[in-house]
């Protein structure tokens, strides 16, 4: 018997095909940017509370870097809801590593890798950024030319949720929400939260603004 096929079902089947090319699509993005295999998560997020082990991971892995890079290091922060009292997170110590030049992995990439880093992304058309992943612990090492403007955003977004709780606790609200979800990469998870990021971001901005 010839099956009918109604509007409703065209419309869902059409919808069906959208959403499977935007997550080709997406999927295709992040592979661009990937070293190696691009794993899908498929899973919600796990989020922690506020461990007081964070900040002592983060210098025992910034003394490892130190003595593998020396004075190649311009700067070493710890970065990410990790970095910030009482509010949760991952349980992935986040690292910014300043260097003259992220572009120019000759300089610092192999010395790492030497050292257990690997190398999972490289974002040329992001700052040049570069992420390591860490010999045996879980870090994200993110890696910037000195004058990347993600420097002072990464800081100046770290040192308001420090000092003002409010819009910590409202940043927490959106992660336990979004992390409630299944995401097919945590990417997703993280691009999601861009626009609590952002409207925080703008009354950090305005409060600077003010103080000059």
Not at 183 to 190: I, S, T
């Amino acid at each position: 018997m010839l099956k009918i096929t109604t509007d409703n079902e065209v419309d869902e089947l059409s919808s069906r095909k959208n959403r499977s090319h935007s997550t080709s699509k997406a999927d295709e993005n992040l592979q661009r940017v990937t070293v190696g295999e691009l794993t899908p998560h498929n899973a919600t997020i796990t989020l922690l509370e506020y461990d007081s082990n964070w900040p002592k991971l983060f210098e025992r892995e910034a003394d490892r870097v130190r003595s593998v890079l020396g004075n190649r290091v311009l700067q070493l922060e710890h970065i990410g809801s990790t970095s910030v009292l009482d509010l949760c997170a991952k349980p992935i110590i986040d690292i910014l590593l300043v260097v003259a030049d992220a572009a120019d992995e000759t300089t610092y990439a192999s010395d790492l890798e030497k050292a257990g880093y690997t190398l999972r992304i490289r974002e040329p058309e992001w700052f040049e950024h570069r992420l390591f992943k860490g010999p045996d612990a879980d870090i994200n090492l993110h890696v910037f030319s000195e004058d990347a403007s993600e420097i002072k955003r990464m800081l100046r977004f770290r040192d308001w949720l420090r000092t003002h709780a409010s819009d910590r606790d409202k940043y927490a609200s959106v992660k336990r929400n979004l992390a409630q979800r299944e995401w097919r990469h945590v990417q997703h998870y993280a691009d999601a939260k861009d626009l609590a990021v952002q409207e925080i971001m703008e009354r950090a901005e305005e409060f600077v603004a003010d103080e000059q």
